[in-house]
């Protein structure tokens, strides 16, 4: 007999959809299907069954070749290179639970490590604004039940979040919203003529990284002061026509992704677009939300926060909690040589950092924690396998919008792993031995 | 466990009447037990110093999603603070907004051991517990929000107050919450729509209901619930010119209605941060102290409890579930602001605020804070608080207790103000010449809270039986003259007991404790209409499952501590 699982949360991305079924074998060994998931959801799912998981910690040697070592080993060897650095990095945090980022951060404490997480490559951009600016937001069941005006910035949730636009943004009926989409306006802002674009009633296909003019515009046209003709390629009528609807919106929300998290002016983009936001509130009711992408990377700045005050780019490496993105963020400081020991876990900067950064990491003694084995893992010293988080293994996260949510176990872990959790807490017992702390 | 004998201090314990008597307190297997109890105590010698219960805080914003954006959102409030970890004591950071180490060592270290969160909004309490599962020390417990409650504002305007009851209980026991909490009712619902109420008998949009409905039917529910502490209320109109008239109006809502609870509450009502609430003039420019209107009120009705919200004049971060409130707040400062609507159940903003000594009006609620507490003639039932963070970080607790308990204290502060003499003019303050004493301070911060909060079989007394949390200061109530000693010894206890154990020696950290988290169960009658409206309202509306609501006990929570209640009959 199979049986099914209810109520499962998706470890993916920041949507953290916590309506997914599914089957499983009658021992609990086996995922069979996943229902309501999305495409990218139902893989994460289904590939921690693949036949050639990683299950045994690996080893490189200085030639490159891999042996298996024991769990003991790797254990001795984090904690001991964690231990000799003067000035680890812990990095990652953004595809594990808050009890893993917890036990993470009391190691880096102890060992005066620099943590940092995904958002230092992403909407790190959106933590420095919200510093600057602040941040009217909500949750996203405030969407579903009352928005009506909607604006996808430099994001394509089409692709990159499948289940956003059904589940809570477009096409959703809530409370105040019985019709649905029929009711909903719909502004798309991107150079490229995405397949959520194509969805909107209007698409403004903005020049490449022209975003802080027509943010700005934007705020010029909402005030109802005169535009030049055309700003960042889009007509002024546009604009007009965009500012007016979002004027007479009854909820606007502003989501907004990458495409302005990391295009030129940055942090400042946001300033903007946040200030946007706060000058519609002078005429109806709106909000903020940024797109986040790893199902806990908002998980891992929340942390960080109550534990430490910022965050990400937490450098406790001088005995106190430290934050200046630029200086103290993961590429600043591989760019530099300023750390001389790297320990990675939920995530893969091996795919997604700078050539120059990953250069730096295959050259320092590293660690990669990952279920699978990844780019990161290829430039690492070690591999340390674990079970998937959310899959195998319960724990908190983070959706999008801050809301915490418990995610599930939905099968037992192969024999003999460990979860990142309790990979950390080993660590952390070898590095007070070696600390000689209570 | 270990048994100490604490000698020879003045104690002060408005529950035995102890004022100012030398007497020896014995603690043993983490309760106060009588001194013959004790074989082999190890000996405090407490001669000379003042020796109360732990402090007992009814009302802080120190852990949950609001709180966690003020940190987030300030790196500048790390500025200069930051403490590097030592012994049992992890890094430190944060001045208005503290880390939950910090939040923790500094309470410790005023001789505070139980510390309520003041307003946890449902959807987000399974994160107020996880700050609070890491803030070390403090015995805690979290009040969910029900004034903005689309059930309750349902159930409320079709009278139906069996299901009010039931869904009470469901959403205390899903959130491991503790008391009813209620934030500008209706108002923060309206500001779904960026409207607000600013009265107690503005209807609610669509919900068709006022305030003065739901207050009023909250404390019908809760004292029906027979829940240990009142409901908890901060009513509409908040910091704005003129709002003493809707204060006293909310007070008036509860008159003649007695408490029903098995746990020496005398309140129905506990109203906070009343200084934000006592404001007469119609505008900044002629906005002037009502402190005696209201506690004229206060000391005359005494089925109510309240507390002071003191401004201290530092710079802060404000931080509330009134949404509203937040956005005029940012309109008037222009610094920067955060805001979250939260789906069918609250709101919640943050702005920083600089509370200067030379802005006429932050002068004048300075004053009005220590007006409501000089005023009082039942210290029991007025306590002290800054609402942290909103009107100053509570570790200025220390600096309120030297204006209270010292009139030059208090006037050299008053010439400090730039506008000191407009200030005089709209206030009180100068006038009044009483001088709290150890006694009425024993009472406003530890006796009083407890029993408000329906806790006085645990904490707040020296009572033989009651938990082992004693504070010892370093302060001599015979000789002790300069009113700085008091801020000095009351920042800084000597000792602190938590559970019958050390945490606190020589004002340094030496334990992180064995805290509690406090959470009330009050059970109902199974009501299957409430069941079927919770399922229907989480498939339609809320955007996680009902199966993924619920915190997990044993997850979230340090030392889980059920309190009971049985609302059947």
Redo the contacts between chains.
């Keep these: 007999m199979t049986k099914i699982v ?2 499962v ?1 998706c470890p993916f991305c920041g949507t953290l959809c ?2 997914l079924e599914v089957k499983v074998s009658d021992d609990g060994t086996q995922i069979l299907e996943v229902y309501n998931a999305c495409v990218i959801g139902t893989e994460k799912f289904l590939h921690s069954q693949a036949k050639d998981r990683l299950k045994v910690p690996q080893m490189q040697d200085e030639e490159g070749n891999w042996k298996d070592v024991s769990i003991d080993d790797a254990v001795d060897y984090t904690a001991q290179m964690l231990c000799n650095a003067k000035k680890p990095l812990m990095y990652g945090w953004s595809s594990t639970n ?2 893993a980022q ?1 036990t993470g951060n ?1 190691i880096a ?1 102890i060992v005066g490590a620099v943590v940092d997480n995904t958002a230092t490559v992403c909407h790190g951009t959106t ?1 420095i604004a ?13 969407v ?3 928005a009506d005006r909607i604006v996808f910035w430099g994001c394509n949730p089409a692709h990159a979040h499948p289940r956003h636009m059904s ?2 943004s477009i096409f959703p009926r ?3 919203t019985g019709k649905g989409h029929k009711a909903r306006k719909m502004v798309v802002v991107d150079p490229r003529s995405t397949d959520t674009a194509k969805m909107a009633d209007v698409h403004m296909q903005i020049e490449q990284g022209r975003d802080y003019e027509l943010l700005s515009a934007l705020r010029v046209a909402v005030r109802g002061a005169p535009l030049p003709e055309t700003v960042a390629g889009i007509p002024r009528e546009t604009i007009q026509d965009v500012a007016e609807t979002l004027k007479s919106g ?2 606007v929300v502003i989501f907004f992704g990458m495409g302005v998290t990391q295009t030129l002016s940055k942090n400042h983009n946001i300033d903007m677009a946040i200030s946007l936001t ?1 000058d519609l ?1 002078e005429y ?2 709106a ?1 903020i939300m940024p797109m986040r992408g790893h199902y806990n990377v908002t998980g891992s ?3 960080l ?7 990400f780019c937490v450098d ?1 490496s001088r ?5 200046n993105p630029g200086d103290s963020s993961s590429n600043d400081l591989l760019r530099r040589g300023e750390v001389d020991a790297v320990f990675v876990l939920g995530s893969d900067p091996g795919a997604h950092f700078p050539i120059s950064s990953v250069k730096k990491i295959a050259q320092l003694p590293s660690v990669c924690v990952d279920p699978h084995h990844t780019p990161t893992s290829a430039v690492c010293k070690l591999h340390m396998p674990v079970a998937f988080v959310g899959v195998e293994e ?3 996260a ?1 959706r999008m ?6 995610t599930r176990k939905v099968v037992e872990a192969p024999e003999g792993m460990v979860s990142d959790e309790e990979f950390l807490k080993m660590v952390l017992t070898r590095v007070k031995e070696i600390k000689g702390v ?1 | 466990m270990a048994e100490y004998l604490i000698k020879n201090g003045f104690v002060f314990d408005p529950v035995l009447g102890i004022n100012g008597d030398k007497a020896d307190i014995a603690v043993k297997d983490g309760k106060i037990v009588e001194s013959t109890a004790l074989s082999n105590p190890q000996v405090i010698d407490a001669a000379g110093k003042t020796v109360m219960a732990a402090g007992v805080d009814i009302h802080a914003h120190v ?1 949950g ?1 609001k ?2 954006v003020g ?5 500048e ?2 500025l200069f603070n ?4 030592k012994g ?1 004591r ?2 430190a ?2 001045f208005s ?1 503290p ?3 910090r939040t923790g060592y500094l309470y410790a270290r005023m001789g505070y051991g139980t510390v309520m969160e003041a307003a946890m909004p449902p ?2 309490a ?2 107020t517990h ?2 609070m599962r ?1 803030t070390p020390i403090l015995d805690q417990g979290a009040y969910p929000v029900f004034g903005n409650n ?1 059930f309750v504002l349902e159930y409320l305007k079709n009278n139906e107050m069996e299901n009010v009851e039931a869904y009470i209980s469901w959403l205390l026991r899903t959130t491991r919450g503790y008391a009813i909490k209620i934030v500008n009712p209706g108002g923060t619902e309206a ?4 409207l607000n109420c600013n009265s107690i008998h503005d209807p609610v949009p ?1 919900f068709d209901i006022t305030p003065a409905q739901i207050m009023k039917g909250l404390m019908d529910a809760n004292e029906a619930l027979r829940l240990p502490h009142s409901i908890h209320i901060h009513t509409n109109n908040l910091g704005n010119p003129g709002n003493f008239e809707t204060t006293l109006e909310t007070f008036k809502l509860f008159e003649g209605a007695k408490p029903n609870n098995d746990f020496g509450r005398k309140q129905v009502m506990h109203h906070t941060h009343v200084q934000f609430h006592s404001y007469g003039g119609d505008s900044w420019a002629n906005v002037e102290s009502k402190a005696d209107e209201i506690m004229n009120y206060v000391n005359s009705h005494d089925n109510m409890t309240m507390d002071l919200g003191c401004v201290t004049l530092d710079e802060t971060t404000t931080m509330t579930a009134d949404g509203p409130f937040e ?1 005029h707040l ?1 309109e008037l400062n222009h610094l ?9 159940e609250t ?1 919640a903003g ?2 920083p605020y600089v509370y200067s000594p030379n802005i006429k009006v932050c002068g004048i609620q300075w004053a009005i804070g220590l007006e409501l507490a000089l005023m009082a003639k039942d210290p029991m039932r007025v306590f002290i608080t800054t609402d942290h963070p909103n009107a100053g970080p509570f570790f200025r607790y220390p600096r309120v207790m030297k204006w209270l308990m010292s009139q030059k204290a208090r006037e050299a502060q008053m010439d400090s103000l730039k506008w000191a003499e407009k200030v005089r003019g709209a206030t009180f303050l100068s006038g009044l010449d009483r001088e709290l004493t150890l006694y009425e301070i024993a009472a406003m911060t530890r006796a009083g809270t407890a029993q408000a909060l329906g806790l006085a079989d645990m904490y707040g007394s020296l009572k033989p039986g009651l938990q082992g949390d004693v504070a010892v200061y370093d302060y001599n109530p015979e000789t002790a003259e300069d009113p700085e000693l008091i801020e000095k010894a009351f920042s800084n206890a000597a000792y602190l007991l938590k559970g019958g154990e050390v945490v606190v020696k020589d004002g340094e950290i030496v334990s992180n404790g064995n805290k509690k988290t406090l959470w009330v169960d009050a059970k109902v009658n199974d009501n299957p209409q409430v069941r079927r409206d919770i399922t229907e309202k989480f498939l ?6 009902e ?2 609501y619920e915190v ?1 006990e044993k ?2 929570m340090k030392n889980p501590y059920r309190i009971e209640v049985d609302a059947t009959q």
Aim: aromatic content about 16%.
């Design positions: 209810t109520d949360v916590d309506d808050c009890e917890s009391e404490e933590l919200v510093q600057d600016v602040g941040v009217p937001s909500c949750t996203l069941g405030e579903k039940n009352r589940r809570y809530g409370f105040f009854r909820f706060r509130n109806t009711k909000a700045g929340q942390v926060g109550w534990q430490f005050g910022f965050p406790l005995g106190f909690a430290r934050y319960a724990g908190c983070y919008d801050n809301v915490p949510i418990e209570a | 852990a999603p709180v966690n940190r987030n959102f300030r790196p409030d790390k930051c403490e590097a970890g049992v992890r890094m950071g944060g907004v880390t939950v180490f959807l987000y399974r994160h996880e700050e890491d689309w500001w779904g729509w960026g669509y956005h940012t920067k602001w955060a805001n979250t609507d939260v789906e069918l709101a943050v702005v339609r509306y809320y955007t996680v499952t199966a993924n997990n997850v979230f």
